[in-house]
């Protein structure tokens, strides 16, 4: 059982690069969201998708993009990073949206911005 | 707006120790309430969760209990282990948007 699958795990960049954290969930599962976590902030929400073809932004977007061309598979794009952007980011998933629905969540993806 | 307070780690407790793990919350309406706990090296898994009013959820010796009078969600065990170590995140959903809302965290160390 795969579950939620982030890659890569660790990722360092230099300022201004670009570069995409991969996610794929083989559960069907149709609610896919993206968050980060930093200290003493815990995790916020960067973008979501209720389904194949439709995202949309949380409550941190900026310098973030997002697709859903598949169920499986939402990728989070990082346009120019910046060292804002140091961060770990997790990929979540849920059966469909709900106010009772269980998240699953991947393992995460270190990330340092130079 | 909706929001979860925690109580700042780290907690450091002897095994077999009794743990509370205090988390409040602001909300309009009544949201549903949840504990998600993050082994190190591991993504956030669900630990238990309560729906409405006195509902009271448990999982692994843990319990929570939803308090509406006092707007807590209060994380209890026993008896904690040396594998119980991990970061504790309460939760709430937003009514409006369905969306979890997170804590900061809280850090959980138990020492054999």
């Known amino acids: 059982n795969a579950g939620v699958t982030q890659t890569p795990k660790f990722q360092v960049l230099k300022t201004g690069q670009s570069m995409t954290l991969q996610c794929a969930q083989d559960m069907n599962h149709e609610y896919m969201s993206w968050y980060r976590q930093d200290p003493g902030m815990g995790l916020r929400l960067i973008h979501y998708s209720v389904g194949a073809g439709i995202t949309d932004q949380g409550e941190v977007p900026n310098g973030y993009n997002v697709s859903r061309s598949t169920t499986e598979d939402f990728p989070l794009r990082l346009l120019s990073a910046a060292p804002s952007q140091t961060s770990v980011y997790f990929c979540?998933?849920?059966?469909?949206?709900?106010?009772?629905?269980?998240?699953?969540f991947g393992s995460g993806t270190q990330l340092s911005v130079l | 707006g909706n929001s979860v307070t925690q109580m700042e780690g780290p907690v450091t407790l002897s095994e077999e120790a009794f743990l509370t793990i205090n988390c409040t919350y602001t909300a309009t309406g009544y949201p549903s309430l949840f504990w998600y706990v993050q082994y190190p090296g591991e993504g956030l898994q669900l630990l238990l969760k309560?729906?409405?009013?006195?509902d009271k959820g448990s999982n692994k010796g843990f319990e929570a209990t939803y308090r509406k009078e006092t707007t807590s969600f209060h994380l209890e065990k026993g008896s904690v282990q040396v594998s119980d170590s991990a970061v504790y995140f309460c939760?709430?959903?937003?009514?409006?948007?369905?969306?979890?809302?997170f804590g900061t965290g809280t850090r959980l160390q138990v020492f054999p």
């Open positions: 939760a709430l959903s937003d009514l409006g948007t369905d969306k979890l809302i």
């Open positions: 979540a998933s849920s059966f469909q949206t709900g106010r009772d629905e269980k998240l699953f």
């Open positions: 309560a729906t409405k009013a006195d």
